[in-house]
């Protein structure tokens, strides 16, 4: 059987991400592929317990990258990988790059220590789609949000712009994998691009 498609979702928060998660699959259900969504941290129970730990209780940095990593090892076995061995298209919000891009870029663990750990997962996404929006529009938009902020949302401004700058590095370092999408425009004109991004691929 064909190997599914693996599909990831970043940005900093509040560049309209999760907004687009579920146009995104209706899209690619209405060409005939079967969707799983998920979503980092979390996507099993054991990953929901740990995100809501990694989202509420301060800890240190290095303990912060172990627990991201310890649920997605857990995700990979219990979701992802059955679902690409299946045939099935995963389509995940965040992935291994937020971690570069948080951790690494946010709270400064060096990138040599998140490579280790990446190396163990053993499975990389085939198209990643970062949303990006200038710091000021995500901030704007953070602060218009009706639920209660976590702790990364809590974080000041020099954290998302060393967030962004990560992203726009990776983007430019495998410009094959990575494709940046412009957020600050209308749902509908993203909604677009996004359609011709992934027309490519099915």
């Not at 909604?191 to 027309?199: D, N, Y």
Request: with cysteine; charged share 30%; hydrophobic share 40%.
């Amino acid at each position: 059987m064909k190997r599914g498609m693996f599909i990831t979702l970043e940005g900093v928060d509040g560049a309209g991400k999760s907004t687009h998660v579920a146009g995104i699959a209706d899209l690619l259900r209405a060409r005939g592929k079967d969707v799983v969504v998920t979503r980092e941290p979390g996507g099993t129970p054991l990953g929901e317990s740990l995100r809501a730990l990694l989202l509420e209780q301060p800890m240190h940095v290095d303990t912060e990258t172990l627990l991201v990593f310890a649920a997605r090892r857990e995700h990979l076995a219990q979701v992802i990988a059955p679902a690409l061995d299946a045939g099935r298209w995963v389509l995940c919000d965040r992935y291994t790059d937020a971690t570069y891009a948080y951790q690494g870029g946010g709270h400064g663990v060096p990138a040599e220590r998140i490579e280790e750990l990446d190396a163990w997962m053993g499975v990389v996404p085939d198209l990643t789609l970062v949303f990006d929006v200038p710091a000021e529009v995500a901030r704007r938009r953070r602060a218009a949000s009706a639920s209660a902020p976590d702790r990364f949302e809590r974080e000041d401004p020099a954290f998302f712009d060393r967030v962004r700058r990560v992203y726009l590095q990776r983007a430019r370092l495998d410009p094959r994998r990575v494709r940046i999408v412009n957020g600050d425009r209308s749902p509908e004109d993203v909604k677009k691009e996004l359609q011709q991004i992934l027309s490519s691929y099915c």
